[in-house]
């Protein structure tokens, strides 16, 4: 049973796109949708718990070994990102479904729901891949998914945004393409765990050369500056709901195809100056833009870029407390922004805008939104003793030990924290900070929505707010939960960190076939 567990999270959802395309509707397809990535992420968590206790689980497909074969493999890792990951795109999943957007309008379901689905089977393809073709496939699976999903319900400017998404990732996936053919053409393998050694017997030029194209490439889907541009643009053009799993999860896998392939295939030893200055640059010049934004969704993709760059400050110091801080702060990264743009949008269904001077003039949202968007709002600003400080903290414990380097990174991130507390004041002003005082929950139904939306005056619209409500409401109380499993995260993490430094058992498992 564990050698076929890591095929689960990336077929169940590719059957339950094909029972939506079918003509499953309704009700059934939305409890179809819920329970599949219910038994996602069981079954993400079960992949957890066996590589903490036991290593590595490969799966070969269709018992082909490498490089022939796909090897679809769950370390500590991948399988911690995955059930965060997949539990994100549940509580997303079920704030779409109290928002009405999977029923409201005709033809919306038929395309919200399989494309999801495909979603969440690319993610979970591009953790679990042992080789790099296959993490190229994973990624024109998500485009595909990604593409439809930002231009559900059509429009200009969702269609504009659209395109501009789809030639960014498009022209990432040809480099990434062209770079998987170069590596396979100098070793003879795409499979991550032989790329490792042989790898580091070709030139020195070469190898650094390789290294550098990987690093574009990941680096414009995890949208490192300068390589950001198309994000802003791109994520506050769709659905509120898309909008939040799309800023929860998808630059995080592209760092996790950055860290996995930098480390694994690409080893340094000691600082990377190069990342570093990345690192530095992501930070500041992303929260220097939020912080010139008027529009609140907008604002939090720029804070979203600037926030990359703490997980590049973990990555550039290349050791084991750099990267147990990278990890963590991915961790918190994704639960954090997922509860941002879910109460966001809660406040601008609630304002009837996302123009943060035209909030101003109208009636606050309630108490209950208020309190789930500071209480976010604290942890990616770093403010203790939430999830936000806990990742930060590792962070700076890991630049104490890495000289001038480690203290400019330290010095940039605290600097960012603080234009983060800024930023985030803003919203909290424009948003929560004036006109009357904000109504309690039985005033939820009651208030002002985002044009487009019927007003919910109806038992099934107050149950939808509900619903609404409670998941924004989970994604923010499992964001403390982080804080509170410190420990225990931390020590994951330390064991993933040594895993991606010392990839002996990686490698050992996927080519002699063994899961642990």
């Given amino acids: 049973m564990n050698s076929v567990l890591p095929a689960v999270p990336v077929l169940l959802p590719l059957l339950a796109a094909c029972a939506a395309v079918a003509g499953l509707r309704g009700v059934p397809m939305r409890l179809l949708a819920v329970g599949t990535l219910t038994a996602v992420l069981a079954a993400s968590a079960t ?9 590595p689980v490969v799966l070969h497909a269709g018992g082909w070994p490498p490089p022939l074969g796909i090897a679809l493999v769950a370390d ?19 704030f779409a479904i109290g928002q009405g957007i999977t029923e409201d309008r005709p033809g919306t379901a038929a395309v919200l729901h399989p494309a999801y689905q495909v979603l969440v089977a690319g993610i979970a393809l591009a953790y679990l891949s042992g080789d790099l073709f296959n993490l190229f496939v994973a990624f024109e699976v998500m485009l595909g998914a990604s593409y439809v999903l930002i ?26 393409l062209t770079t998987t053919a170069l590596l396979y053409a100098a070793t003879g393998t795409v499979t991550l765990a032989q790329l490792t050694e042989r790898v580091a017997g070709l030139p020195e030029g070469l190898r650094g050369a390789l290294g550098l194209l990987l690093l574009t490439v990941f680096g414009i889907k995890a949208a490192v500056v300068p390589l950001h541009f198309w994000l802003p643009d791109s994520y506050p053009t769709a659905p509120a709901p898309i909008t939040a799993v799309f800023a929860a999860l998808l630059t995080k896998v592209g760092m996790y195809a950055l860290l996995r392939t930098q480390t694994l295939v690409f080893p340094r030893e000691g600082v990377w100056p190069l990342l570093a200055v990345v690192a530095v640059t992501t930070m500041l010049t992303g929260i220097l833009g939020a912080i010139a934004q008027d529009d609140v969704n907008r604002l939090l993709s720029f804070a979203l870029v600037s926030h990359i760059g703490f997980m590049l400050f973990g990555l550039a110091l290349f050791d084991v407390p750099g990267l147990t801080g990278t990890l963590l702060y991915m961790v918190h990264h994704i639960l954090v922004q997922a509860a941002l743009f879910l109460a966001a949008a809660l406040a601008v269904r609630q304002t009837g805008t996302t ?47 890495g000289g ?30 004036t006109g009357p005082p904000p109504r309690h929950d039985s005033a939820l139904a009651g208030r002002r929505r985002a044009p487009g939306h019927a007003r919910p005056t109806t038992s099934p619209r ?14 923010a109380l499992t964001g403390v939960l982080v804080a509170v499993l410190a420990e225990p995260l931390t020590r994951v993490g330390e064991q993933a960190a040594e ?10 498992a996927v080519l002699r076939g063994e899961d642990g």
Wanted: charged content about 10%.
């Fill in 47 to 55: 992949l957890l718990a066996r590589s903490d206790a036991h290593g």
């Fill in 76 to 94: 500590r890792l991948s399988a911690l990102l995955l059930t965060v990951s997949v539990l994100v795109a549940l509580a997303v999943l079920l």
């Fill in 151 to 176: 231009t559900m319900d059509g429009g200009a400017l969702r269609t504009q945004a659209g395109m501009t998404y789809t030639v960014v990732s498009l022209t990432s996936s040809l480099l990434l």
């Fill in 355 to 401: 123009a943060l001077h035209r909030m101003r003039a109208r009636a606050g949202p309630t108490l209950s939104v208020a309190a789930l968007f500071g209480l976010a709002a604290m942890s990616l600003a770093g403010v203790p003793p939430f999830s936000g400080f806990v990742a930060k903290l590792a962070l700076l414990r890991a630049a104490a030990e």
């Fill in 404 to 433: 001038g380097a480690g203290y400019a990174l330290a010095g940039a991130a605290l600097l960012t924290s603080l234009l983060t507390l800024y930023a985030m004041l803003k919203i909290w002003n424009a948003a929560f900070g």
């Fill in 462 to 475: 107050r149950r939808g707010s509900l619903l609404m409500l409670g998941t924004t409401a989970g994604m």
């Fill in 499 to 508: 895993d991606l430094l010392r990839p002996e058992a990686y490698r050992n």
